[in-house]
Protein backbone atom coordinates (compact mmCIF):
# COMPACT_ATOMS: atom_id res chain seq x y z
CA UNK A 1 0.00 0.00 0.00
CA UNK A 2 0.88 3.66 -0.76
CA UNK A 3 0.41 4.46 2.49
CA UNK A 4 2.32 1.57 4.27
CA UNK A 5 5.55 2.95 2.45
CA UNK A 6 4.61 6.72 3.34
CA UNK A 7 4.33 6.28 7.04
CA UNK A 8 7.12 3.42 7.09
CA UNK A 9 4.94 1.02 8.50
CA UNK A 10 6.54 -2.58 8.30
CA UNK A 11 4.42 -5.76 8.82
CA UNK A 12 4.83 -7.58 12.12
CA UNK A 13 6.50 -10.25 10.18
CA UNK A 14 9.30 -8.00 8.77
CA UNK A 15 9.97 -6.07 12.40
CA UNK A 16 10.13 -9.56 13.41
CA UNK A 17 13.21 -10.96 11.47
CA UNK A 18 14.31 -7.15 12.19
CA UNK A 19 14.84 -7.68 15.64
CA UNK A 20 15.35 -11.40 15.99
CA UNK A 21 17.56 -11.32 12.60
CA UNK A 22 16.10 -14.31 11.11
CA UNK A 23 14.04 -14.78 8.35
CA UNK A 24 10.46 -15.34 8.45
CA UNK A 25 10.01 -18.91 9.29
CA UNK A 26 6.10 -19.29 9.70
CA UNK A 27 3.78 -19.91 6.88
CA UNK A 28 1.57 -16.93 8.25
CA UNK A 29 4.98 -14.52 7.93
CA UNK A 30 5.88 -15.34 4.39
CA UNK A 31 4.46 -13.57 1.74
CA UNK A 32 1.44 -15.48 0.85
CA UNK A 33 -2.07 -15.04 -0.43
CA UNK A 34 -3.24 -13.49 2.63
CA UNK A 35 -1.42 -10.12 2.70
CA UNK A 36 -2.97 -8.70 -0.42
CA UNK A 37 -2.04 -5.48 1.57
CA UNK A 38 1.40 -5.98 0.89
CA UNK A 39 3.89 -5.48 -2.25
CA UNK A 40 4.61 -8.93 -2.77
CA UNK A 41 2.19 -10.20 -5.20
CA UNK A 42 2.86 -14.20 -4.51
CA UNK A 43 -0.08 -16.30 -4.69
CA UNK A 44 0.13 -19.81 -2.54
CA UNK A 45 -0.72 -22.69 -4.73
CA UNK A 46 0.21 -26.45 -3.03
CA UNK A 47 3.97 -27.49 -4.64
CA UNK A 48 3.42 -29.83 -7.88
CA UNK A 49 -0.07 -29.19 -8.06
CA UNK A 50 -1.24 -27.69 -11.93
CA UNK A 51 -5.25 -26.47 -11.13
CA UNK A 52 -5.49 -25.48 -14.85
CA UNK A 53 -4.49 -28.66 -16.41
CA UNK A 54 -6.50 -30.74 -14.19
CA UNK A 55 -9.55 -29.14 -15.28
CA UNK A 56 -8.77 -28.93 -18.45
CA UNK A 57 -8.80 -32.65 -18.39
CA UNK A 58 -12.24 -32.31 -16.99
CA UNK A 59 -14.01 -30.33 -19.46
CA UNK A 60 -12.95 -32.64 -22.15
CA UNK A 61 -16.00 -34.27 -24.35
CA UNK A 62 -15.28 -37.90 -23.26
CA UNK A 63 -14.51 -38.85 -20.30
CA UNK A 64 -15.09 -37.00 -16.75
CA UNK A 65 -16.93 -33.73 -16.95
CA UNK A 66 -17.44 -31.44 -14.11
CA UNK A 67 -19.65 -28.95 -14.61
CA UNK A 68 -19.36 -26.09 -12.76
CA UNK A 69 -22.90 -25.01 -12.24
CA UNK A 70 -24.21 -22.23 -9.95
CA UNK A 71 -27.05 -24.17 -8.73
CA UNK A 72 -29.07 -21.86 -7.14
CA UNK A 73 -31.26 -18.37 -7.29
CA UNK A 74 -30.30 -15.21 -5.89
CA UNK A 75 -31.40 -11.30 -6.77
CA UNK A 76 -30.38 -8.39 -5.92
CA UNK A 77 -32.13 -4.69 -7.88
CA UNK A 78 -31.60 -1.16 -7.13
CA UNK A 79 -34.72 1.02 -6.26
CA UNK A 80 -35.19 4.62 -5.19
CA UNK A 81 -35.52 3.26 -0.99
CA UNK A 82 -31.86 1.25 -1.71
CA UNK A 83 -30.83 -2.69 -2.80
CA UNK A 84 -33.19 -5.68 -2.27
CA UNK A 85 -31.50 -8.65 -2.40
CA UNK A 86 -33.05 -11.92 -2.35
CA UNK A 87 -31.58 -15.74 -2.36
CA UNK A 88 -32.77 -19.09 -1.82
CA UNK A 89 -31.72 -21.46 0.90
CA UNK A 90 -31.26 -24.91 -0.98
CA UNK A 91 -27.61 -26.20 -1.00
CA UNK A 92 -27.19 -29.15 -3.27
CA UNK A 93 -24.35 -32.17 -3.88
CA UNK A 94 -25.33 -33.24 -7.33
CA UNK A 95 -28.52 -34.79 -7.08
CA UNK A 96 -28.56 -34.73 -3.07
CA UNK A 97 -30.04 -31.83 -1.26
CA UNK A 98 -27.84 -31.45 1.33
CA UNK A 99 -28.99 -28.53 3.72
CA UNK A 100 -32.13 -27.03 3.28
CA UNK A 101 -31.72 -23.39 4.47
CA UNK A 102 -28.44 -22.42 4.29
CA UNK A 103 -28.11 -18.99 4.47
CA UNK A 104 -26.08 -17.38 1.02
CA UNK A 105 -26.10 -13.73 2.05
CA UNK A 106 -22.70 -13.11 3.70
CA UNK A 107 -23.20 -9.99 6.34
CA UNK A 108 -19.60 -8.23 5.60
CA UNK A 109 -20.50 -5.43 8.31
CA UNK A 110 -23.79 -3.38 8.51
CA UNK A 111 -23.51 -1.78 5.44
CA UNK A 112 -22.01 -4.38 3.17
CA UNK A 113 -23.92 -7.78 2.33
CA UNK A 114 -22.40 -10.53 -0.11
CA UNK A 115 -24.73 -13.17 -1.98
CA UNK A 116 -22.78 -16.42 -2.84
CA UNK A 117 -24.21 -18.35 -5.82
CA UNK A 118 -21.59 -21.53 -7.05
CA UNK A 119 -19.24 -24.29 -5.09
CA UNK A 120 -20.09 -23.12 -1.28
CA UNK A 121 -16.36 -23.60 -0.06
CA UNK A 122 -15.53 -21.16 -2.11
CA UNK A 123 -18.49 -18.27 -1.64
CA UNK A 124 -17.78 -18.66 2.03
CA UNK A 125 -14.41 -18.75 2.31
CA UNK A 126 -13.83 -15.99 -0.24
CA UNK A 127 -16.22 -13.64 1.19
CA UNK A 128 -14.84 -13.98 4.56
CA UNK A 129 -11.54 -13.21 3.57
CA UNK A 130 -13.39 -10.07 1.99
CA UNK A 131 -15.42 -9.48 5.20
CA UNK A 132 -11.01 -9.60 6.78
CA UNK A 133 -10.02 -7.14 4.34
CA UNK A 134 -12.83 -4.56 4.52
CA UNK A 135 -12.57 -4.57 8.07
CA UNK A 136 -8.81 -3.96 7.81
CA UNK A 137 -9.72 -1.49 5.94
CA UNK A 138 -11.78 0.54 7.94
CA UNK A 139 -9.09 -0.31 10.58
CA UNK A 140 -6.30 0.71 8.89
CA UNK A 141 -8.13 4.25 7.26
CA UNK A 142 -10.60 5.00 9.91
CA UNK A 143 -13.39 5.15 7.27
CA UNK A 144 -15.94 2.82 5.37
CA UNK A 145 -14.77 0.73 2.04
CA UNK A 146 -16.65 1.83 -0.80
CA UNK A 147 -18.76 -1.06 -2.58
CA UNK A 148 -16.93 -0.50 -5.36
CA UNK A 149 -13.17 -1.21 -3.33
CA UNK A 150 -14.98 -4.17 -1.72
CA UNK A 151 -16.00 -5.55 -5.30
CA UNK A 152 -12.41 -5.16 -6.45
CA UNK A 153 -11.14 -6.83 -4.05
CA UNK A 154 -13.08 -9.68 -4.47
CA UNK A 155 -12.54 -9.70 -7.96
CA UNK A 156 -9.19 -9.56 -7.83
CA UNK A 157 -8.81 -12.31 -5.40
CA UNK A 158 -10.79 -14.08 -8.55
CA UNK A 159 -8.67 -13.22 -11.33
CA UNK A 160 -5.28 -14.65 -9.10
CA UNK A 161 -6.85 -17.66 -9.11
CA UNK A 162 -8.73 -17.45 -12.34
CA UNK A 163 -8.76 -20.72 -14.89
CA UNK A 164 -7.68 -22.90 -11.45
CA UNK A 165 -11.42 -24.37 -10.80
CA UNK A 166 -12.82 -21.39 -8.18
CA UNK A 167 -17.00 -21.13 -9.04
CA UNK A 168 -18.29 -18.29 -7.42
CA UNK A 169 -21.70 -15.70 -8.71
CA UNK A 170 -21.44 -13.17 -6.02
CA UNK A 171 -22.95 -9.97 -5.60
CA UNK A 172 -21.81 -7.44 -3.23
CA UNK A 173 -24.27 -5.07 -2.64
CA UNK A 174 -23.83 -1.79 0.22
CA UNK A 175 -24.47 1.98 0.86
CA UNK A 176 -21.56 4.28 0.81
CA UNK A 177 -20.86 7.72 0.17
CA UNK A 178 -21.94 7.15 -3.37
CA UNK A 179 -25.43 5.72 -2.41
CA UNK A 180 -26.88 2.40 -3.06
CA UNK A 181 -24.08 0.40 -4.61
CA UNK A 182 -24.42 -2.67 -6.37
CA UNK A 183 -21.98 -5.08 -8.29
CA UNK A 184 -21.75 -8.75 -9.84
CA UNK A 185 -18.44 -10.94 -9.18
CA UNK A 186 -17.60 -13.92 -11.24
CA UNK A 187 -15.03 -16.38 -10.62
CA UNK A 188 -13.43 -15.18 -13.98
CA UNK A 189 -13.14 -11.92 -12.46
CA UNK A 190 -16.01 -10.15 -14.07
CA UNK A 191 -16.91 -7.23 -12.17
CA UNK A 192 -20.26 -5.30 -13.44
CA UNK A 193 -22.02 -2.63 -11.59
CA UNK A 194 -25.77 -2.76 -12.38
CA UNK A 195 -29.27 -2.27 -11.38
CA UNK A 196 -29.97 -5.48 -11.09
CA UNK A 197 -28.30 -9.01 -11.35
CA UNK A 198 -29.63 -12.17 -11.05
CA UNK A 199 -27.14 -15.26 -10.31
CA UNK A 200 -27.71 -19.05 -10.67
CA UNK A 201 -29.39 -21.84 -12.29
CA UNK A 202 -32.29 -20.17 -11.63
CA UNK A 203 -31.72 -16.75 -12.67
CA UNK A 204 -34.01 -16.82 -16.43
CA UNK A 205 -36.65 -17.02 -14.07
CA UNK A 206 -36.35 -14.41 -11.39
CA UNK A 207 -35.06 -12.34 -14.39
CA UNK A 208 -38.45 -13.02 -16.10
CA UNK A 209 -40.68 -11.86 -13.36
CA UNK A 210 -38.05 -9.17 -11.21
CA UNK A 211 -38.22 -7.51 -15.16
CA UNK A 212 -41.58 -7.77 -15.47
CA UNK A 213 -42.94 -5.50 -12.57
CA UNK A 214 -40.28 -3.45 -11.72
CA UNK A 215 -40.41 0.24 -11.12
CA UNK A 216 -38.11 2.43 -9.69
CA UNK A 217 -40.49 4.68 -8.01
CA UNK A 218 -41.73 1.04 -5.93
CA UNK A 219 -42.74 1.36 -2.58
CA UNK A 220 -40.55 -0.79 0.00
CA UNK A 221 -43.70 -3.17 0.45
CA UNK A 222 -43.87 -3.41 -3.52
CA UNK A 223 -40.21 -4.50 -3.56
CA UNK A 224 -40.26 -7.04 -0.79
CA UNK A 225 -42.86 -8.84 -2.84
CA UNK A 226 -41.34 -8.87 -6.30
CA UNK A 227 -38.24 -10.04 -4.39
CA UNK A 228 -40.00 -12.63 -2.68
CA UNK A 229 -41.61 -13.23 -5.86
CA UNK A 230 -38.58 -13.78 -8.09
CA UNK A 231 -37.06 -15.99 -6.18
CA UNK A 232 -40.28 -18.10 -5.36
CA UNK A 233 -40.71 -18.31 -9.05
CA UNK A 234 -37.62 -19.63 -10.12
CA UNK A 235 -37.61 -22.27 -7.05
CA UNK A 236 -41.08 -23.00 -8.78
CA UNK A 237 -39.11 -24.21 -12.13
CA UNK A 238 -35.21 -24.71 -11.01
CA UNK A 239 -34.68 -28.29 -9.19
CA UNK A 240 -31.47 -26.82 -7.55
CA UNK A 241 -33.32 -23.92 -5.75
CA UNK A 242 -35.97 -24.32 -3.02
CA UNK A 243 -36.00 -23.79 0.57
CA UNK A 244 -36.62 -20.28 2.25
CA UNK A 245 -36.38 -17.01 0.58
CA UNK A 246 -33.98 -14.72 2.82
CA UNK A 247 -34.82 -11.04 2.19
CA UNK A 248 -32.73 -8.11 3.04
CA UNK A 249 -33.09 -4.69 2.18
CA UNK A 250 -30.11 -2.15 2.13
CA UNK A 251 -31.25 1.00 3.53
CA UNK A 252 -28.69 4.22 3.90
CA UNK A 253 -28.31 3.48 7.65
CA UNK A 254 -27.59 -0.16 6.90
CA UNK A 255 -28.88 -3.30 6.15
CA UNK A 256 -32.30 -5.44 8.06
CA UNK A 257 -33.55 -8.62 7.42
CA UNK A 258 -36.97 -8.14 6.04
CA UNK A 259 -38.22 -12.05 6.06
CA UNK A 260 -37.31 -15.75 6.00
CA UNK A 261 -40.35 -16.81 3.91
CA UNK A 262 -40.90 -20.73 2.99
CA UNK A 263 -40.90 -21.05 -0.74
CA UNK A 264 -43.65 -23.09 -0.49
CA UNK A 265 -46.16 -20.81 2.00
CA UNK A 266 -45.28 -18.24 -1.04
CA UNK A 267 -46.44 -20.17 -3.62
CA UNK A 268 -49.53 -21.04 -1.74
CA UNK A 269 -50.17 -17.73 -1.58
CA UNK A 270 -49.86 -17.36 -5.21
CA UNK A 271 -51.43 -20.21 -6.04
CA UNK A 272 -54.23 -18.58 -7.37
CA UNK A 273 -52.09 -18.00 -10.77
CA UNK A 274 -50.47 -21.50 -10.74
CA UNK A 275 -51.29 -24.75 -11.57
CA UNK B 1 -56.49 -45.32 -58.89
CA UNK B 2 -54.48 -42.70 -57.53
CA UNK B 3 -56.48 -42.19 -54.21
CA UNK B 4 -56.50 -45.85 -53.47
CA UNK B 5 -52.42 -45.74 -53.61
CA UNK B 6 -52.44 -42.64 -50.87
CA UNK B 7 -55.00 -44.46 -48.90
CA UNK B 8 -53.51 -47.65 -48.57
CA UNK B 9 -56.80 -49.31 -49.20
CA UNK B 10 -56.35 -53.21 -50.55
CA UNK B 11 -52.64 -52.68 -50.32
CA UNK B 12 -50.69 -55.68 -49.20
CA UNK B 13 -48.52 -54.41 -46.37
CA UNK B 14 -45.34 -56.53 -46.06
CA UNK B 15 -44.77 -55.48 -42.32
CA UNK B 16 -46.77 -56.11 -40.43
CA UNK B 17 -44.76 -54.68 -37.23
CA UNK B 18 -43.95 -51.44 -35.85
CA UNK B 19 -40.41 -51.98 -36.93
CA UNK B 20 -39.34 -50.14 -40.46
CA UNK B 21 -37.72 -51.83 -43.60
CA UNK B 22 -35.01 -50.47 -43.64
CA UNK B 23 -32.03 -49.96 -46.64
CA UNK B 24 -33.45 -53.18 -48.34
CA UNK B 25 -34.87 -53.27 -51.47
CA UNK B 26 -37.28 -50.22 -51.05
CA UNK B 27 -35.23 -47.97 -52.64
CA UNK B 28 -36.88 -45.15 -53.65
CA UNK B 29 -40.04 -45.84 -52.79
CA UNK B 30 -41.58 -44.72 -49.63
CA UNK B 31 -41.67 -47.69 -46.76
CA UNK B 32 -44.87 -47.82 -44.99
CA UNK B 33 -44.65 -48.24 -41.23
CA UNK B 34 -47.68 -50.22 -39.99
CA UNK B 35 -49.16 -51.50 -36.82
CA UNK B 36 -50.76 -54.78 -36.61
CA UNK B 37 -51.15 -55.32 -40.26
CA UNK B 38 -52.09 -53.22 -43.63
CA UNK B 39 -54.93 -51.77 -42.75
CA UNK B 40 -54.22 -50.37 -39.63
CA UNK B 41 -55.25 -46.93 -39.02
CA UNK B 42 -51.84 -45.36 -38.26
CA UNK B 43 -50.07 -46.15 -41.76
CA UNK B 44 -47.81 -43.43 -41.91
CA UNK B 45 -44.83 -42.42 -44.04
CA UNK B 46 -41.47 -41.76 -43.18
CA UNK B 47 -38.78 -40.12 -44.89
CA UNK B 48 -35.65 -41.30 -46.18
CA UNK B 49 -36.11 -44.22 -44.14
CA UNK B 50 -34.07 -45.93 -45.96
CA UNK B 51 -31.58 -44.03 -45.35
CA UNK B 52 -31.41 -44.44 -41.61
CA UNK B 53 -29.11 -47.71 -41.84
CA UNK B 54 -27.10 -46.86 -44.88
CA UNK B 55 -23.34 -45.89 -44.37
CA UNK B 56 -21.29 -44.16 -45.56
CA UNK B 57 -22.78 -41.05 -44.29
CA UNK B 58 -25.65 -42.25 -42.57
CA UNK B 59 -28.45 -40.03 -42.68
CA UNK B 60 -28.64 -37.67 -39.83
CA UNK B 61 -25.86 -39.41 -37.89
CA UNK B 62 -23.01 -37.35 -39.10
CA UNK B 63 -21.50 -34.72 -36.64
CA UNK B 64 -23.71 -31.43 -36.93
CA UNK B 65 -21.72 -29.23 -39.25
CA UNK B 66 -20.42 -25.90 -37.93
CA UNK B 67 -23.44 -23.84 -38.47
CA UNK B 68 -25.34 -26.22 -36.15
CA UNK B 69 -28.54 -27.36 -34.71
CA UNK B 70 -31.21 -25.27 -34.07
CA UNK B 71 -30.75 -22.89 -36.93
CA UNK B 72 -32.50 -21.20 -39.80
CA UNK B 73 -34.33 -23.31 -42.30
CA UNK B 74 -31.41 -22.58 -45.14
CA UNK B 75 -27.66 -21.80 -44.64
CA UNK B 76 -27.51 -18.44 -46.13
CA UNK B 77 -25.33 -18.60 -49.15
CA UNK B 78 -23.54 -15.18 -49.08
CA UNK B 79 -20.82 -14.88 -51.29
CA UNK B 80 -17.28 -15.64 -50.44
CA UNK B 81 -19.02 -17.73 -47.43
CA UNK B 82 -17.50 -21.54 -47.84
CA UNK B 83 -19.06 -24.73 -46.02
CA UNK B 84 -16.35 -24.32 -43.65
CA UNK B 85 -18.37 -21.60 -41.26
CA UNK B 86 -16.80 -20.30 -37.91
CA UNK B 87 -17.51 -23.28 -34.89
CA UNK B 88 -20.26 -22.39 -32.35
CA UNK B 89 -18.56 -20.85 -29.36
CA UNK B 90 -20.77 -23.02 -26.99
CA UNK B 91 -23.88 -25.36 -27.91
CA UNK B 92 -26.82 -24.22 -29.20
CA UNK B 93 -30.27 -25.56 -27.62
CA UNK B 94 -33.42 -24.36 -29.13
CA UNK B 95 -32.64 -20.88 -29.91
CA UNK B 96 -35.97 -19.39 -29.70
CA UNK B 97 -39.04 -18.05 -27.33
CA UNK B 98 -42.36 -20.38 -27.67
CA UNK B 99 -44.89 -20.61 -25.17
CA UNK B 100 -48.27 -21.94 -25.35
CA UNK B 101 -51.72 -22.13 -22.51
CA UNK B 102 -54.89 -23.19 -21.97
CA UNK B 103 -57.43 -21.66 -20.48
CA UNK B 104 -61.21 -20.93 -20.34
CA UNK B 105 -61.10 -19.20 -23.91
CA UNK B 106 -59.07 -21.76 -26.02
CA UNK B 107 -55.48 -22.13 -26.05
CA UNK B 108 -53.01 -19.28 -26.58
CA UNK B 109 -49.81 -19.66 -28.34
CA UNK B 110 -46.87 -17.29 -28.65
CA UNK B 111 -43.71 -17.73 -30.12
CA UNK B 112 -41.00 -14.57 -31.21
CA UNK B 113 -39.82 -14.11 -34.99
CA UNK B 114 -36.35 -14.73 -35.09
CA UNK B 115 -34.25 -17.43 -36.54
CA UNK B 116 -30.64 -17.46 -35.82
CA UNK B 117 -27.74 -19.24 -37.23
CA UNK B 118 -24.27 -19.37 -35.74
CA UNK B 119 -24.88 -16.10 -34.03
CA UNK B 120 -26.61 -14.24 -36.88
CA UNK B 121 -30.19 -13.34 -37.09
CA UNK B 122 -30.57 -15.17 -40.49
CA UNK B 123 -34.57 -14.21 -40.35
CA UNK B 124 -36.23 -11.45 -38.36
CA UNK B 125 -39.63 -12.54 -39.21
CA UNK B 126 -40.27 -15.96 -39.59
CA UNK B 127 -42.92 -18.10 -38.36
CA UNK B 128 -42.46 -19.97 -35.60
CA UNK B 129 -46.28 -21.07 -34.96
CA UNK B 130 -47.51 -23.41 -37.87
CA UNK B 131 -51.03 -23.88 -38.82
CA UNK B 132 -51.56 -27.86 -38.88
CA UNK B 133 -55.72 -28.05 -39.77
CA UNK B 134 -58.30 -25.38 -38.44
CA UNK B 135 -58.02 -26.54 -35.21
CA UNK B 136 -54.72 -27.16 -34.70
CA UNK B 137 -51.80 -25.10 -34.33
CA UNK B 138 -48.30 -25.98 -33.31
CA UNK B 139 -45.53 -24.25 -32.01
CA UNK B 140 -41.62 -25.05 -33.61
CA UNK B 141 -38.82 -25.08 -31.81
CA UNK B 142 -35.26 -26.80 -32.75
CA UNK B 143 -34.17 -27.02 -36.23
CA UNK B 144 -36.53 -25.09 -38.35
CA UNK B 145 -36.39 -27.48 -41.56
CA UNK B 146 -36.86 -30.04 -39.44
CA UNK B 147 -39.76 -28.49 -37.78
CA UNK B 148 -41.21 -27.10 -40.84
CA UNK B 149 -40.99 -30.42 -42.75
CA UNK B 150 -42.36 -32.52 -40.05
CA UNK B 151 -45.13 -30.22 -39.37
CA UNK B 152 -46.27 -30.53 -43.20
CA UNK B 153 -46.11 -34.27 -42.87
CA UNK B 154 -48.08 -34.58 -39.54
CA UNK B 155 -50.97 -32.20 -41.62
CA UNK B 156 -50.87 -34.47 -44.79
CA UNK B 157 -51.41 -37.57 -42.46
CA UNK B 158 -53.85 -35.90 -40.48
CA UNK B 159 -55.72 -35.01 -43.52
CA UNK B 160 -55.32 -39.05 -44.66
CA UNK B 161 -56.63 -39.85 -41.85
CA UNK B 162 -59.71 -37.72 -41.77
CA UNK B 163 -60.33 -38.86 -45.14
CA UNK B 164 -59.67 -43.00 -44.38
CA UNK B 165 -61.86 -42.65 -41.07
CA UNK B 166 -64.28 -39.83 -41.35
CA UNK B 167 -63.24 -38.40 -38.19
CA UNK B 168 -60.31 -35.56 -37.21
CA UNK B 169 -57.65 -36.99 -34.80
CA UNK B 170 -57.78 -35.10 -31.67
CA UNK B 171 -55.20 -32.91 -30.58
CA UNK B 172 -53.70 -36.09 -28.27
CA UNK B 173 -53.83 -38.35 -31.27
CA UNK B 174 -52.04 -36.18 -33.68
CA UNK B 175 -49.28 -35.69 -30.98
CA UNK B 176 -49.05 -39.59 -30.56
CA UNK B 177 -48.76 -39.98 -34.33
CA UNK B 178 -46.30 -37.22 -34.71
CA UNK B 179 -44.29 -38.96 -31.43
CA UNK B 180 -44.06 -42.01 -33.29
CA UNK B 181 -43.46 -40.58 -36.70
CA UNK B 182 -40.08 -39.18 -34.64
CA UNK B 183 -39.03 -42.03 -32.98
CA UNK B 184 -37.03 -43.35 -35.77
CA UNK B 185 -34.99 -40.83 -35.81
CA UNK B 186 -34.19 -40.82 -32.26
CA UNK B 187 -30.38 -40.58 -31.82
CA UNK B 188 -29.52 -38.61 -34.79
CA UNK B 189 -29.33 -34.83 -35.17
CA UNK B 190 -32.84 -34.60 -35.95
CA UNK B 191 -34.39 -31.81 -33.54
CA UNK B 192 -37.87 -31.01 -32.95
CA UNK B 193 -39.72 -29.49 -30.04
CA UNK B 194 -43.01 -28.81 -30.84
CA UNK B 195 -46.30 -28.00 -28.55
CA UNK B 196 -49.39 -28.77 -30.05
CA UNK B 197 -52.36 -26.17 -29.20
CA UNK B 198 -55.85 -27.45 -30.41
CA UNK B 199 -59.44 -27.86 -29.42
CA UNK B 200 -60.97 -30.96 -29.78
CA UNK B 201 -64.83 -31.12 -30.45
CA UNK B 202 -67.01 -34.35 -31.33
CA UNK B 203 -65.89 -36.46 -28.40
CA UNK B 204 -67.91 -35.23 -25.65
CA UNK B 205 -65.63 -36.91 -23.10
CA UNK B 206 -63.01 -35.32 -24.28
CA UNK B 207 -63.52 -32.35 -26.27
CA UNK B 208 -62.16 -28.40 -25.37
CA UNK B 209 -58.94 -26.89 -25.06
CA UNK B 210 -55.99 -29.51 -25.29
CA UNK B 211 -51.81 -28.95 -25.10
CA UNK B 212 -49.36 -31.14 -25.74
CA UNK B 213 -45.50 -31.10 -26.21
CA UNK B 214 -43.39 -33.39 -28.40
CA UNK B 215 -40.19 -34.02 -28.48
CA UNK B 216 -37.97 -35.43 -30.98
CA UNK B 217 -36.34 -37.25 -28.08
CA UNK B 218 -39.45 -38.78 -27.31
CA UNK B 219 -40.72 -36.91 -25.11
CA UNK B 220 -44.60 -36.60 -25.28
CA UNK B 221 -46.36 -34.46 -22.32
CA UNK B 222 -50.10 -33.14 -21.72
CA UNK B 223 -50.29 -30.03 -19.33
CA UNK B 224 -51.87 -26.78 -19.44
CA UNK B 225 -48.56 -24.61 -19.84
CA UNK B 226 -45.73 -24.84 -21.31
CA UNK B 227 -42.87 -23.23 -22.52
CA UNK B 228 -39.78 -24.17 -25.18
CA UNK B 229 -36.71 -22.64 -26.31
CA UNK B 230 -33.49 -20.59 -24.99
CA UNK B 231 -35.74 -17.85 -23.58
CA UNK B 232 -38.49 -20.16 -21.73
CA UNK B 233 -37.19 -19.68 -18.16
CA UNK B 234 -37.55 -16.25 -18.56
CA UNK B 235 -41.28 -16.49 -19.87
CA UNK B 236 -42.16 -19.34 -16.88
CA UNK B 237 -41.98 -16.91 -14.41
CA UNK B 238 -43.86 -14.67 -16.22
CA UNK B 239 -46.84 -17.27 -17.10
CA UNK B 240 -46.17 -18.84 -13.66
CA UNK B 241 -47.78 -15.83 -11.69
CA UNK B 242 -50.32 -14.95 -13.55
CA UNK B 243 -52.15 -17.86 -15.55
CA UNK B 244 -55.17 -18.76 -14.64
CA UNK B 245 -58.31 -20.50 -16.03
CA UNK B 246 -60.70 -18.05 -15.75
CA UNK B 247 -58.66 -15.11 -17.69
CA UNK B 248 -60.25 -13.27 -20.09
CA UNK B 249 -59.52 -13.37 -23.97
CA UNK B 250 -57.88 -10.02 -23.45
CA UNK B 251 -55.98 -10.74 -20.55
CA UNK B 252 -54.72 -13.89 -21.90
CA UNK B 253 -53.13 -12.33 -24.98
CA UNK B 254 -51.08 -9.07 -23.14
CA UNK B 255 -49.93 -11.99 -20.37
CA UNK B 256 -48.68 -14.15 -23.67
CA UNK B 257 -46.98 -11.21 -25.31
CA UNK B 258 -45.44 -9.81 -22.42
CA UNK B 259 -44.10 -12.79 -21.37
CA UNK B 260 -42.67 -13.50 -24.97
CA UNK B 261 -41.57 -9.58 -24.56
CA UNK B 262 -39.39 -10.70 -21.70
CA UNK B 263 -37.86 -13.29 -22.82
CA UNK B 264 -36.47 -11.22 -25.73
CA UNK B 265 -35.79 -8.36 -24.02
CA UNK B 266 -32.95 -11.03 -22.15
CA UNK B 267 -32.55 -13.71 -24.41
CA UNK B 268 -30.15 -13.39 -27.25
CA UNK B 269 -31.41 -15.75 -28.91
CA UNK B 270 -35.14 -14.83 -29.06
CA UNK B 271 -36.40 -11.44 -30.74
CA UNK B 272 -37.53 -9.25 -33.26
CA UNK B 273 -41.62 -9.28 -33.30
CA UNK B 274 -44.53 -11.67 -31.49
CA UNK B 275 -46.95 -14.18 -33.44
CA UNK B 276 -49.81 -14.79 -30.94
CA UNK B 277 -52.57 -17.61 -31.53
CA UNK B 278 -55.90 -18.18 -29.76
CA UNK B 279 -57.33 -21.52 -30.88
CA UNK B 280 -60.92 -21.72 -29.72
CA UNK B 281 -64.06 -24.04 -30.74
CA UNK B 282 -64.21 -22.00 -34.08
CA UNK B 283 -60.92 -22.45 -35.68
CA UNK B 284 -57.92 -20.29 -34.92
CA UNK B 285 -56.92 -16.56 -35.48
CA UNK B 286 -53.62 -14.83 -35.91
CA UNK B 287 -52.17 -11.79 -35.03
CA UNK B 288 -48.09 -10.20 -35.35
CA UNK B 289 -47.14 -7.72 -32.89
CA UNK B 290 -44.00 -5.29 -33.67
CA UNK B 291 -42.57 -4.68 -30.64
CA UNK B 292 -40.02 -1.59 -30.83
CA UNK B 293 -38.65 -0.40 -28.19
CA UNK B 294 -39.63 3.71 -27.69
CA UNK B 295 -37.25 4.21 -25.18
CA UNK B 296 -34.62 1.87 -22.89
CA UNK B 297 -34.94 3.85 -19.81
CA UNK B 298 -37.46 1.80 -18.25
CA UNK B 299 -37.62 4.97 -15.80
CA UNK B 300 -40.32 6.53 -17.64
CA UNK B 301 -42.73 3.01 -18.37
CA UNK B 302 -45.92 3.55 -17.80
CA UNK B 303 -47.68 0.26 -16.58
CA UNK B 304 -50.89 -1.65 -16.42
CA UNK B 305 -52.27 -4.05 -13.53
CA UNK B 306 -53.21 -7.06 -14.61
CA UNK B 307 -56.64 -7.38 -12.91
CA UNK B 308 -56.64 -9.98 -9.94
CA UNK B 309 -52.93 -10.26 -10.32
CA UNK B 310 -50.98 -9.43 -7.58
CA UNK B 311 -47.02 -7.86 -7.74
CA UNK B 312 -46.60 -8.14 -11.22
CA UNK B 313 -47.68 -4.99 -13.58
CA UNK B 314 -47.06 -4.87 -17.39
CA UNK B 315 -44.78 -2.39 -19.32
CA UNK B 316 -46.86 -0.75 -21.99
CA UNK B 317 -44.49 1.87 -22.88
CA UNK B 318 -43.33 0.12 -26.02
CA UNK B 319 -45.11 1.29 -29.19
CA UNK B 320 -46.99 -1.86 -29.84
CA UNK B 321 -48.84 -2.03 -33.63
CA UNK B 322 -51.67 -4.83 -32.92
CA UNK B 323 -53.03 -6.01 -36.03
CA UNK B 324 -55.40 -9.18 -35.64
CA UNK B 325 -56.02 -11.01 -39.03
CA UNK B 326 -59.24 -13.04 -38.93
CA UNK B 327 -57.80 -15.72 -41.22
CA UNK B 328 -59.95 -18.04 -39.31
CA UNK B 329 -61.27 -21.70 -40.78
CA UNK B 330 -58.35 -23.13 -42.59
CA UNK B 331 -59.90 -25.84 -44.28
CA UNK B 332 -63.50 -26.62 -43.88
CA UNK B 333 -64.25 -30.13 -42.38
Known amino acids: MALCDVSGFRCGSEL?????????????????HFTFGTKC??????????????????????????????????????FQHGVIVAVDSRASAGNYISTKEFNKVIEINPYLLGTMSGSAADCQYWERLLAKECRLYRLRNNQRISVSAASKLLSNMMLGYRGMGLSIGSMICGWDKKGPGLYYVDENGTRLSGRMFSTGSGNGYAYGVVDSGYREDMTMEQAYELGCRGIAHATHRDSYSGGVVNLYHMREDGWIKVCKEDVSELLHRYKKGMF | MALQDVCGVGRDSSEGTLFLSRGGAAGATPSYAGLGGGRNPLNFYVPAAGFLGRGPVRFGQISPPPSGTGEAAFLPTAPGTTSDVAPLPF?????????????????IAAADTRSSCSGQVACPASQKILPIHSHLVGTTSGTSADCALWKRILSRELRLYQLRHGRMLSTGG??????HMLHPFKGTELCVAATLCGWDRGDPT??????????????????????????????????????????????????????????????????????????????????????????????????????????????????????WVELGLFLSI
Open chain 2, 91 to 107: PLSHGTTTLGFRFQGGV
Open chain 2, 206 to 323: ASGPRLVYVCSDGTRLSGKLFSVGSGSPYAYSVLDGDVRWDLTVDEAVALAREAVYRATHRDAYSGNNVDLYHVTAQGWRAGRVVVTKQHINHHDMELWALPGGSGVKFHSSEKIELY
Open chain 1, 41 to 78: QEFAVPAGVDPSAFLKSCNEDDGVSIEMNHGTTTLAFK
Open chain 2, 174 to 179: AAKLLS
Open chain 1, 16 to 32: RGQLFGTGPSLLSDRAN
